[in-house]
């Protein structure tokens, strides 16, 4: 059987549960989406079931998450999107002019400074969870008491009891004067027709139904009920049961809190910086090459690159081989260890005193629950000067804390929460931060390992946060944390452009790790 008939078993298997009968003339156009659960998402949304047309098919697309637009930012200038067979680009533009990034700042270049990486967090070689019933229990309840330790140390107005003393209570917990506070686990947050929210609240001795009232739009949590809440978050209520109600009506939320940052920074005597790229895809037919050299050619030839000591590439740095239906005909190098090495060739273009981070992301050839391990040392033989690392990874270059994570679960966050959209990935970043976890919601888009101790609860606040996957580019100061959204190396793809998704590739983001100052530059 052709390898297109079995995925296409699947997307009409998988279709045609969610209630909708595929028309033959759109089956070339569903066998090129790369997740059709997206669109069984957006079917489901609006209720809509039976006949898939050309014309069900362009509406459903229509039905699916604001996408990403170019949007101006600073530093960058202003550009189109450059397809593979484009004439070899122009010499990069001497950007190391910017204002906020002076190489007078940099008193010593990359090269004389000795590496300095000190790892955290990896996963590699530490996962221990054999996947059962209790390991997954034991994550959540890992989880529920780190993240409630941080909500106690931000202070609660009374003391936090259990869900099953709450419930016993009740009766004495019936007005405004009265409240109580639980702290526990979220599921089934929906906002109700008169735009409140109601979810439930679950502890180890019992759950609770809550029921957030957009009673004033001044009120702090207002912002809760309009954005909702994640599956598997970890919260705090406080609230009573008004006379009669089994549910409790809520009057404050309590995430751990976030006051400003206060940001590490290398010595003066260490002010080299550290860059940022990922979603190279290198295999696919849309990975940029004559940028990728472009780039190469500038970190030989310009000072603004005699600072940068370390390159952080956040994952998919392959595009991989089966990933979804049909890649093979997205690929120009359809062999896996090829599409490796080649990387590694790639990589041997940056001068020598550039240390790379390697992260891996869903494209790559490791398991796909987080958090993922290091790549397999047998794909890492044709790399010089590369640390391979684990998914997420929490590390520190001369005492400033980064962590990168490759940013699977941005798509969780956008199916959930109604700020944030593929193009402002950065309101996911910071919902991240807000709630201390990186991929909260099991059984969502993003696969997760059930480690004994959940390790995508994000321990210590970095002070860069870097993540990647939706090929979008963003950089900001956020309570005091450096935000960077990686930018891909990979063109539009046909799905993409299908959805009139812009990604914003080629750009470098350059951070000085003395004084925090970022740079965006384009090589397209
Ligand atoms: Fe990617
Ligand atoms: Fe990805």
Redesign the pocket.
């Given at each position: 059987m052709p390898v297109s008939d079995e995925d296409w078993a699947v997307i009409h298997r998988k279709v045609t549960q969610a209630g909708l009968l595929p028309a033959k003339s759109v089956r070339e156009r569903l066998l090129e989406l790369p997740d059709i659960d997206l669109l069984i998402d957006a079917a489901k949304s609006i209720g809509k079931k039976g006949m898939l047309d050309a014309a069900t098919l362009d509406a459903l697309l229509g039905e699916m998450k604001p996408i990403q637009r170019p949007v101006k930012e600073e530093n960058v200038v202003a550009r189109t999107i450059a397809p593979v067979s484009a004439p070899e680009p122009s010499p990069a533009p001497r950007m190391h002019e910017l204002d906020d990034y002076r190489l007078v700042d940099f008193p010593m270049k990359a090269k004389d400074i000795d590496a300095e990486i000190s790892i955290h967090f990896d996963i590699t070689g530490k996962s221990v969870t054999e996947g059962r019933k209790e390991d997954i229990r034991s994550c959540f309840n890992d989880r529920l008491k780190q993240i409630r330790r941080l909500i106690l140390d931000g202070g609660l107005p009374n003391r936090p009891m259990k869900v099953n003393e709450l419930l016993r209570r009740k009766r004495s917990i019936s007005s405004v004067d009265e409240m109580a506070t639980v702290i526990g686990i979220v599921s089934d947050s929906k906002n109700t027709k008169g735009g409140h929210l109601r979810f439930t609240i679950e502890d180890d001795s019992g759950s609770v139904d809550c029921m957030l009232g957009l009673w004033n739009e001044d009120d702090a949590c207002s912002d809760i009920v309009h954005s909702g809440l994640m599956d598997d978050d970890v919260i705090g209520v406080t609230g009573h049961f008004p006379q009669g109600r089994d549910d409790l009506r809520v009057d404050d939320i309590h995430f751990p809190p976030l006051k400003m940052h206060n940001r590490n920074t290398a010595g003066e005597d260490r002010a080299v910086s550290v860059a940022f790229i990922?979603?190279l895809?290198l295999g696919s037919k849309t990975f940029l090459e004559p940028q990728w050299h472009k780039m190469i050619e500038w970190f030989n030839k310009d000072p603004l690159a005699e600072t940068i000591r370390y390159l952080v590439i956040s994952?998919?740095g392959v595009d991989g081989v089966g990933i979804y239906p049909g890649q093979e005909r997205e690929l120009n190098i359809p062999d896996l260890f090829n599409q490796y090495s080649t990387l590694g060739t790639m990589l041997q273009g940056l001068p020598e005193w550039v240390d790379v981070l390697l992260l891996p992301?869903?494209?790559d050839a490791v398991r796909p629950a987080e958090p993922q391990p290091a790549l397999d040392p047998e794909l890492q033989t044709d790399y010089n000067n590369t640390l391979f690392v684990g998914n997420p990874c929490d590390f520190s270059l001369h005492g400033v804390r980064v962590l990168s994570y490759?940013g699977v679960s941005i798509m969780d966050f956008v199916s959930s929460l109604r700020t944030v959209t593929f193009e402002r990935p950065e309101a996911a970043m910071k919902a991240m931060i807000d709630r201390r976890h990186l991929a909260p919601s099991w059984g969502g888009k993003t696969p997760l390992s059930p480690e004994p101790e959940d390790r995508l609860v994000i321990q210590e606040i970095p002070d860069i946060f870097v993540t990647?996957?939706?090929?979008g580019h963003h950089t900001e100061s956020y309570k005091g944390v450096t935000l960077v959204h990686s930018s891909?190396w990979?063109d539009q793809t046909s799905y993409q452009r299908m959805l009139g998704f812009q990604p914003k590739p080629c750009i470098l983001t350059v951070v000085n790790l003395h004084t925090h100052a970022t740079a965006a530059i384009p090589f397209v």
């Amino acid at each position: 059987m052709p390898v297109s008939d079995e995925d296409w078993a699947v997307i009409h298997r998988k279709v045609t549960q969610a209630g909708l009968l595929p028309a033959k003339s759109v089956r070339e156009r569903l066998l090129e989406l790369p997740d059709i659960d997206l669109l069984i998402d957006a079917a489901k949304s609006i209720g809509k079931k039976g006949m898939l047309d050309a014309a069900t098919l362009d509406a459903l697309l229509g039905e699916m998450k604001p996408i990403q637009r170019p949007v101006k930012e600073e530093n960058v200038v202003a550009r189109t999107i450059a397809p593979v067979s484009a004439p070899e680009p122009s010499p990069a533009p001497r950007m190391h002019e910017l204002d906020d990034y002076r190489l007078v700042d940099f008193p010593m270049k990359a090269k004389d400074i000795d590496a300095e990486i000190s790892i955290h967090f990896d996963i590699t070689g530490k996962s221990v969870t054999e996947g059962r019933k209790e390991d997954i229990r034991s994550c959540f309840n890992d989880r529920l008491k780190q993240i409630r330790r941080l909500i106690l140390d931000g202070g609660l107005p009374n003391r936090p009891m259990k869900v099953n003393e709450l419930l016993r209570r009740k009766r004495s917990i019936s007005s405004v004067d009265e409240m109580a506070t639980v702290i526990g686990i979220v599921s089934d947050s929906k906002n109700t027709k008169g735009g409140h929210l109601r979810f439930t609240i679950e502890d180890d001795s019992g759950s609770v139904d809550c029921m957030l009232g957009l009673w004033n739009e001044d009120d702090a949590c207002s912002d809760i009920v309009h954005s909702g809440l994640m599956d598997d978050d970890v919260i705090g209520v406080t609230g009573h049961f008004p006379q009669g109600r089994d549910d409790l009506r809520v009057d404050d939320i309590h995430f751990p809190p976030l006051k400003m940052h206060n940001r590490n920074t290398a010595g003066e005597d260490r002010a080299v910086s550290v860059a940022f790229i990922s979603d190279l895809h290198l295999g696919s037919k849309t990975f940029l090459e004559p940028q990728w050299h472009k780039m190469i050619e500038w970190f030989n030839k310009d000072p603004l690159a005699e600072t940068i000591r370390y390159l952080v590439i956040s994952g998919d740095g392959v595009d991989g081989v089966g990933i979804y239906p049909g890649q093979e005909r997205e690929l120009n190098i359809p062999d896996l260890f090829n599409q490796y090495s080649t990387l590694g060739t790639m990589l041997q273009g940056l001068p020598e005193w550039v240390d790379v981070l390697l992260l891996p992301g869903n494209h790559d050839a490791v398991r796909p629950a987080e958090p993922q391990p290091a790549l397999d040392p047998e794909l890492q033989t044709d790399y010089n000067n590369t640390l391979f690392v684990g998914n997420p990874c929490d590390f520190s270059l001369h005492g400033v804390r980064v962590l990168s994570y490759h940013g699977v679960s941005i798509m969780d966050f956008v199916s959930s929460l109604r700020t944030v959209t593929f193009e402002r990935p950065e309101a996911a970043m910071k919902a991240m931060i807000d709630r201390r976890h990186l991929a909260p919601s099991w059984g969502g888009k993003t696969p997760l390992s059930p480690e004994p101790e959940d390790r995508l609860v994000i321990q210590e606040i970095p002070d860069i946060f870097v993540t990647g996957h939706v090929h979008g580019h963003h950089t900001e100061s956020y309570k005091g944390v450096t935000l960077v959204h990686s930018s891909t190396w990979q063109d539009q793809t046909s799905y993409q452009r299908m959805l009139g998704f812009q990604p914003k590739p080629c750009i470098l983001t350059v951070v000085n790790l003395h004084t925090h100052a970022t740079a965006a530059i384009p090589f397209v």
